[in-house]
């Protein structure tokens, strides 16, 4: 497999990770657009997840980052009611905080990896 086609692979994954987390944000009344989504659950500007998209790019693993950590903050807040919906979306949001940071972990991976030419062990 070319190295090109595994970074589409990847580029592909992480923003369509991204799209997830938007969406799941949007139902749970979270966000309420992709505008507000990018701007306070990535610190980005408006039109980062159109500009991924245009340009076939990976989000950053800043944008990861920050995301993940809001995942996980509002997860343990939710965590703690008693409201069974709270607790539910506790779950998804831990979910997806994992999904995050295993999608920095591959990135982080990838980028070491090929420049030290272990790019497919």
């Known amino acids: 497999m070319s190295d090109k086609y595994i970074n589409k692979e990847v580029v592909w994954m992480t923003v369509g990770l991204l799209e997830q987390i938007r969406d799941q944000l949007k139902s749970c009344n979270a966000v309420s657009s992709e505008r507000e989504f990018c701007e ?3 610190g980005k500007s408006a039109c980062y997840m159109r500009t991924l998209r245009f340009t076939g790019t990976a989000p950053s693993a800043d944008a990861l980052s920050v995301c993940a950590s809001k995942l996980k903050w509002h997860e343990g807040h939710l965590s703690q009611s008693t409201q069974s919906h709270h607790v539910h979306w506790a779950g998804v949001f831990g979910k997806l905080h994992t999904q995050c940071i295993e999608a920095i ?11 030290n ?4 062990q």
Do not use: F, N, Y
């Open 117 to 120: 030419g272990v790019l497919h």
């Open 40 to 42: 306070q659950w990535l």
């Open 105 to 115: 972990e591959t990135q982080a991976e990838r980028k070491w990896r090929s420049r």
